[in-house]
Nanobody, 126 residues
């Protein structure tokens, strides 16, 4: 499956932004999808994951309560709604997909994913 991330941009502290991850070339409902982020000074960080049917989600501690991951399987797209943004959320955001067999499967480690999008820059100004 090929992934295309979009929707990044510049936003002020406290603002909101929604990034999207559009998939093509595969049966989207066979994939769990995660969001990760990375800055030049830090290792890639897990942000959120959603299972293949959208019923299960999990978030990193730094975004819990502020970010929401969702998916529209009819549109082959996963979304990350980011609210109450902080300067420390500034990063390149990547979506990643992993083919799974069961609804209970989703992964927090970047090493579990073999399909990655190109990343979209999110900048939060103070």
């Amino acid at each position: 499956v090929q992934l295309q991330a979009s929707g990044g941009g510049l936003v002020q502290t406290g603002g909101s932004l929604r990034v999207s991850c559009a998939a093509s070339g595969g049966t989207f409902t066979n994939y769990a999808v995660g969001w990760f982020r990375q800055t030049p000074m830090k290792e890639r960080e897990f942000v959120a994951v959603i299972n293949r049917n959208g019923m299960h989600t999990f978030y990193g501690d730094s975004v819990k309560g502020r970010f929401t991951i969702s998916r529209d399987n009819a549109e082959n797209t996963v979304y990350l709604q980011m609210n109450s943004l902080r300067p420390e959320d500034t990063a390149v955001y990547y979506c990643a997909a992993r083919r799974v067999r069961y609804n209970s499967e989703y992964f927090l480690s970047e090493h579990e994913y073999d399909n990655w999008g190109q990343g979209t820059q999110v900048t939060v100004s103070s």
